[in-house]
């Protein structure tokens, strides 16, 4: 069963809106942590599945790259979901805007980046601080997810915008 643009766009709307909640609540942790070591957040299970460990790592910031390149008080060095916030709401808007070819590759290529972010903290997440953080992973999901539908999205308006223009010319 193909999807439509409207049912694409809703789908967008609806993992870019859990994106957001789930930075919020990611920010909300790590800030409360870092104010008071003895916190526990929710998704504290145990010492090996525990977000708070994954938050509050030298990865949790700036994903552990731009203190290496920018130093550790750039302004760019922030909490990884600030730069989360930004992505989906940025998806979020542009998917409250009427069809747009351009604003449809913009959300494709911030997918694809976030993906590779993905993958790149899924592998610290599992080789380097050996633990399993479940908004991380469901964030991994989300991301994934919504890479395939924003490249259906912009597929669907590519071709729509290419019979358009053929109906004009005829």
Request: net charge positive; aromatic share 12%; charged share 15%.
């Amino acid at each position: 069963m193909a999807l439509t643009i409207s049912q694409l766009n809703r789908a967008v709307l609806l993992l870019s809106a859990i994106g957001i909640v789930l930075c919020i609540y990611t920010y909300v942790v790590e800030t409360k942590k870092e104010e008071d070591s003895s916190y526990e957040a929710m998704c504290d299970i145990n010492e090996h599945i525990s977000c708070t460990k994954v938050f509050t790592s030298e990865y949790g910031k700036g994903f552990g790259l731009v203190k290496l390149i920018a130093g550790e008080d750039s302004i760019f060095n922030v909490p990884n979901p600030v730069y989360g916030l930004i992505m989906y709401s940025t998806i979020f808007m542009f998917s409250l805007s009427p069809m747009n070819l351009t604003f449809s590759l913009i959300q494709v290529c911030q997918c694809i980046l976030a993906n590779v972010g993905s993958i790149y903290l899924g592998c610290i997440l599992y080789f380097v601080l050996r633990d399993f953080c479940i908004v991380c992973v469901t964030t991994y999901v989300v991301n994934f997810i919504l890479l395939i539908c924003c490249t259906q999205k912009y597929n669907l308006v590519k071709s729509s915008s290419k019979s358009k223009k053929n109906k004009k010319v005829k």
